[in-house]
């Protein structure tokens, strides 16, 4: 069965600051999905990473995919407290039931 | 304009009485899911509607039953509520063998028990 582990599952930092977050999976899959939520609200997607070396951009986040490492990023460069939420990536599960399974979550925390 | 509707967006109700969230959709999508999320924990999934046909999560309790009498249209019921079942309950839809396999997910029910 498909794991998804995320890490750091809380981070705090400062504004101005880089940082990633990484996101690993189990087994196989070829789809990557990456969603913002803030307190008491839905998943909001922010991207969705298709292939082997994709890499997408909005802002000051840019996720990548390395599906031979089994492993996603997403790097906050210069972050602002307009980005503090939780954010998870999910994964497609392909093999048996198609599903969606979602990492733990990180709480990103940007301190002013 | 909202594609994923969830009613009620907050559903207060007492131990061990039943409650309904409903969701609807616009994007003619044939793939329907309830996830159950915790507070500080991540989504997990319940069940899925394929169509017609139900995908029952192997660990979902038995409380939790669903409906889907339309394409657009798709019931989670609740038995007999407890205590532990305080959540907030996302709704999603997606195309199967769409490219990109996105779930599109409604703004949520959020469950109180008292």
């Known amino acids: 069965e498909l794991k998804v582990e995320q890490n750091p599952l809380f981070l705090s930092m400062q504004e101005g600051k880089n940082y990633t977050i990484y996101c690993n999976y189990s087994?196989?899959?070829?789809?990557l999905y990456w969603y913002r939520q803030d307190p008491g609200k839905s998943l909001e997607s922010l991207f969705v990473?298709?292939?082997?070396?994709a890499v997408k951009q909005e802002g000051r986040l840019m996720a990548s995919l390395d599906t031979k490492a089994r492993l996603s990023t997403l790097h906050i460069t210069a972050a602002v407290h307009d980005l503090s939420a939780t954010y998870f990536c999910?994964?497609?599960?392909?093999?048996?039931?198609?599903?969606?399974?979602f990492g733990q979550g990180t709480r990103l925390t940007i301190n002013p | 304009d909202a594609m994923v509707i969830q009613n009620p967006r907050y559903q207060v109700t007492q131990f061990g009485k039943p409650v309904t969230l409903s969701c609807s959709q616009t994007l003619n999508h044939n793939v329907m899911y309830w996830y159950q999320q915790k507070s500080s924990q991540a989504p997990k999934l319940l069940f899925h509607?394929?169509?017609?046909?139900?995908?029952n999560e192997a660990d979902t309790p038995d409380n939790f039953q669903s409906r889907r009498p339309n394409t657009s249209f798709c019931f989670l019921d609740i038995r007999s509520p407890g205590l532990g079942d305080a959540a907030m309950y996302l709704c999603?839809?997606?195309?199967?063998?769409?490219?990109?396999?996105?779930?599109?997910f409604g703004e949520g029910s959020r469950l109180t028990v008292l």
């Open positions: 509607y394929y169509d017609k046909d139900f995908n």
């Open positions: 999603a839809t997606s195309r199967a063998g769409e490219v990109t396999g996105e779930l599109f």
């Open positions: 990473l298709l292939s082997n070396g």
């Open positions: 999910a994964v497609i599960q392909i093999q048996g039931a198609q599903k969606l399974v």
């Open positions: 087994t196989t899959s070829d789809r």
